[in-house]
């Protein structure tokens, strides 16, 4: 990662003393696109570690027959299967009547559910026993609002690419969205390690609010990112030229 990140932007920069101007500005929208992936990708695998343990330790019971880790693990699955085709039919209703939202706005948009879900993973300290057992419906409607900020970024990611790329640069710029994935994952794994080395022999309540008040970071800096990509939202799009 180290190595094979920094040559493929330097070949990138290099292809791109060979483009035009506007080829120039569409490949400079899609570093932008690339480099706000690195950090949607750092908050929304969370699952895989500090939301995982999380679970473990602080979530009791069952919801519907499922148990707390099987929720973290296969609820996000299954939210995407669920809600893909009504997102899509959004879209299109949204795009009949001039009104679907702009990838800009659509990559904004996945932030703000982003910071909106880890609100509610934070919030989860505010219905929780004495013991430190925090909510697991609530748990689960915040993989609910994850979910749809997934769906308002990773499908058209690929796109995208392919769109503001020229197309001897397709297979390369394609390659390196995959790579920001790889980057935002290993940064989630920093993320968090950090939340769970500090609060590792700790009681369920210290636990508790040391997770929470991880995820409450989190979400502010999502609704950060969310609400910088709404306001650069003309200047990308001006770049982005014909591309919707």
Known sequence: MYIIGPI????????????SREENQKMLAALIFIIFSIFFWAFFEQSGGSLSLFARYNLKGDLLGFNPNQINNSSNNLFVVILS?????????????NKEPNTVVK?????LFLGGAFFIFYATRF????????????????????????????????????KLSPKPLWGVMM??????SAYGQYVAGILGADMA?????????????????????????GVIAGLILLLLSPFIKKLMREVK
């Open 85 to 97: 085709p009504i997102v899509g039919l959004i879209w299109l209703w949204l795009n009949k009547n």
């Open 8 to 19: 493929t932007l330097l070949y990138v920069f290099y292809e791109m003393r060979m483009l």
């Open 175 to 180: 390659g390196i969205w995959f790579l920001a």
């Open 107 to 111: 990559f904004g948009m996945s932030f």
């Open 197 to 221: 080395s500090d609060n590792i022999n700790e009681t369920l309540p210290v636990k508790l609010i040391m997770y929470t008040e991880g995820y409450k970071q989190l979400a502010i800096y």
């Open 127 to 162: 219905f929780a026993t004495v013991d430190g057992i925090a909510s697991l419906p609530l748990f689960t409607l915040a993989y609910f609002v994850i979910t749809l900020g997934e769906l308002c970024l990773s499908p058209i990611g690929l796109s995208i690419m392919t």
